[in-house]
Nanobody, 120 residues
């Protein structure tokens, strides 16, 4: 079955960096637009970044220039390199997959998330 497993979260000081990973299995990873979304405590879901099947990438305005999404096809793994973390970034970060190949929304597969905390 489809499985997404995130890792790499933790506690970091403001201005620090973290690299999140999402190991995917149970589907043809390269056929799907893969995404990171996040949810801060007490807030709704926020889309963060997407990696398209053709290699194009997109970012939310709040993270553009600081975060970099990438994908390793051989390892079926999605990454999110997060630099210059600030007080707006603490959240649980989820790797998500749309319901169908080629779709950009309607996420139906979610990992358990990985928690990112930013604190002095």
């Amino acid at each position: 079955q489809v499985q997404l497993v995130e890792s790499g979260g933790g506690l970091v000081q403001p201005g620090g960096s973290l690299r999140l990973s999402c190991a995917a299995s149970g589907f043809t990873f390269s056929d799907y637009v893969m995404n990171w979304v996040r949810q801060a405590p007490g807030k709704g879901l926020e889309w963060v970044s997407s990696f398209d099947v053709n290699g194009a990438t997109w970012y939310a305005t709040s993270v553009k220039g600081r975060f970099t999404i990438s994908r390793d096809r051989a390892k079926n793994t999605l990454y999110l390199q997060m630099n210059r973390l600030n007080a707006e970034d603490p959240a649980r970060y989820f790797c998500v997959r749309p319901v169908a190949a080629g779709w950009y929304s309607a996420f139906d597969a979610w990992g358990q998330g990985t928690l990112v905390t930013v604190s002095p």
